[in-house]
């Protein structure tokens, strides 16, 4: 079976509070998935994670827009599709701004600058999906690369783009071919927010530890995404998803008994295992 090359788009990677991500494309790439990374921001300073050290190599970053690279790539889709570039530019400033409309304008047209760029940089590799976490400024960015390359793009959303930073949440979530929630309950607060179909995460674990042997491929009708394109009796729960369960009643999240629950949450796996 062919491999799906996959490019995921982040806002800063490594972020150490998000080492989650690295440790879903690692569990990803041990399935044979090819995955690259692009950053729209330069990495912060300070502790690195281990295995996301290793995950530097395959990793782009977006250049900033003093680099000539940035200028240069608007220049390149305007000539070659002007009338594209400019819809979905004015398609991103016209969705509506409830607060800071300055502030989050602004932030609109930096991110539209990079994404272009990532485009450009992407336009000639073998990518097939796009991958963004976080719906605002990484599934925006995912959604103008997509539209300029003609790929699909999906999103997993957490919480501060859900409660804290909801700019372009029902946007993003409408565009994108398929949207992950890490919870149920933000599962059903997104779907309200986008008026379209939100996965659990949960129901992927599920699916296919009952269903599949092994890791099943990408399928855009089926709804399987490379999120969590684990095998069978070795299902792992991000560690994410852990962290904001382990205050919670985590005797309700019901996995079967082969899912192997895995992160620093040790109190956590203990509770749920029970």
Known sequence: MRSLNVTYILLRFPFLTETFVAE???????????????SLLEPSRGTVQPLSRRLLAQTWYAPGFL????????VHFLFRAPVLYLSLLRQLLREPCRRRP??????????????????YHLHDSPTELLH??????PGTAAWVVARLLGLSFTVTVHAYDVYASDDLLGFVCREADHVVAISEYNRRY??????RKVEDIRS???????????APRFNPT????????LRGPGLQVP????????????????????????GSCGTAVKRVGQ
């Open 190 to 195: 997104v779907t309200a927010a986008a008026q």
């Open 132 to 137: 963004s976490h976080f719906a605002w400024l």
């Open 222 to 229: 089926r709804g399987y995404v490379p999120v969590l394109t």
């Open 102 to 119: 300055i502030s989050l304008f602004a932030k609109r047209i930096g991110i539209f600058l990079k994404a272009v760029a990532v485009a």
């Open 239 to 262: 560690r994410d998803f852990l962290e904001q369960r382990a205050g919670a009643n985590c005797t309700d999240l019901s996995f079967p008994e082969q899912v192997r629950l895995s």
């Open 24 to 38: 879903e494309i690692n569990a990803i790439e041990r399935q044979g998935i090819n995955v690259k990374i692009t």
């Open 67 to 74: 680099e000539v690279l940035l200028w240069l790539a608007q």
């Open 204 to 214: 992927y674990i599920v699916e296919w530890n009952c269903k599949n042997s092994s």
